[in-house]
């Protein structure tokens, strides 16, 4: 059963810092990977998806990389802003039927 | 883009009254759409796979006679909450995927709040 672990659960910068939030899974055998971010009481917005068979997407600051082999994913967010602040989840799609989601990452960027 | 909407976005209703929430994926054939649950602060949780003219798969600990699910149409599915009792108040997200296999991208809705009184 695969599982998905995102780490930290909450992460506090000021603006204008990099960060890098970090997802890991146990079933290497996927289909692909998505960042998701979500605000509160809203719904998801994906951020970035990754095909099993890359290593990395990038969209204007937010880049994510991919190694399968080792089972980790990694959300790059260049010069944070507080319109960042939000929940941000990865999820593996490994059956080709479901998304397993990991717990989140709650970032606060503060002015 | 691919769209995908939920209705209602909110819904409020006294124990033991049955809620229906429809998903569309909107400019989209789905022929595999997904309900997930999210209680608070929490991460989404599958509760069950809808198929186009098939029966649902539900996941474990999910009561199928309890969360009724329908994919009448290839961008329809609706999710129904019988006899709902406060426990059931949640977050409720459905999600499409496009394209034929299992492989296709999953988009989501915009999600519905149930609260039970």
């Known amino acids: 059963k695969q599982e998905v672990t995102q780490i930290p659960a909450a992460l506090s910068v000021p603006e204008g810092e990099n960060l890098v939030l970090n997802c890991s899974f146990t079933?290497?055998?996927?289909?692909?990977l998505q960042w998701f971010r979500q605000d509160p009481g809203k719904g998801l917005t994906s951020l970035l998806l990754?095909?099993?068979?890359?290593r990395e997407q990038t969209s204007g600051r937010l880049n994510a990389s991919l190694d399968k082999s080792s089972g980790r994913s990694t959300l790059y967010i260049a010069a944070s802003q507080p319109g960042d602040s939000a929940t941000y989840l990865c999820a593996v799609d490994n059956a080709g039927n479901m998304l397993t989601f990991g717990g989140g990452t709650r970032l606060m960027v503060k002015p | 883009g691919a769209v995908v909407s939920q209705h209602p976005s909110r819904v409020i209703c006294k124990s033991g009254t049955s809620v229906k929430i429809e998903c569309r994926s909107l400019d989209f054939q789905a022929t595999t759409m997904f309900w997930y649950r999210q209680f608070p602060k929490q991460s989404l949780m599958l509760m069950a796979t809808?198929?186009?003219?098939?029966?649902?798969?539900?996941e474990q600990g999910v009561e199928k006679d309890k969360f009724l699910i329908n994919h009448a149409s290839l961008t329809l599915s609706t999710l129904t909450v019988t006899s709902a009792h406060p426990e059931d108040s949640s977050f409720y997200i459905c999600?499409?995927?496009?394209?034929?296999?299992?492989?296709?991208?999953?988009?989501f809705g915009p999600g519905t709040r149930l609260t039970v009184l």
């Open positions: 079933d290497s055998a996927i289909y692909n």
């Open positions: 999600s499409a995927r496009r394209g034929a296999g299992g492989q296709g991208e999953q988009f």
């Open positions: 809808s198929n186009e003219g098939s029966k649902a798969t539900y």
């Open positions: 990754i095909q099993s068979s890359q």
